[in-house]
């Protein structure tokens, strides 16, 4: 069975910095493009950053410089590094997995979320 498992958001100050994790089981992360999704209070959802099998990355322009994706093999978990957080990053945070190893690949499996709240 197929299951991701978010962790790590929670409260930080504008500037601050988090790092989510999503623990994956039931299949191996490498083998396919993994993603990061969030949804802004009252919004609707919005791709963050992607990582494919071969290591290629991409992001929304708007996290440019500021967040990274990355994944443990051996862990079998992708993570996103937040830095220099601003209170426009405040949302739920959700990992997906792409049905292949391509970026352009539909999502078929979603975590449950995790909030991220950038706020003094």
């Known amino acids: 069975e197929v299951q991701l498992v978010e962790s790590g958001g929670g409260l930080v100050q504008p500037g601050g910095s988090l790092t989510l994790s999503c623990a994956a089981s039931g299949f191996t992360v490498s083998n396919y493009a993994m993603s990061w999704v969030r949804q802004a209070p009252g919004k609707g959802l919005e791709w963050v950053f992607i990582i494919n099998s071969q290591d290629s990355k991409t992001w929304v322009d708007s996290v440019k410089g500021r967040f990274t994706i990355s994944r443990d093999n051996a862990k079998n978990t992708v993570y996103l590094q937040m830095n220099s957080l601003k209170s426009e990053d405040t949302g739920v945070y959700y990992c997906?997995?792409?049905?292949?190893?391509?970026?352009?690949?539909?999502?078929?499996?979603w975590g449950q979320g995790t909030q991220v709240t950038v706020s003094t």
């Open positions: 997906a997995k792409s049905g292949s190893r391509w970026m352009d690949s539909e999502y078929d499996y």
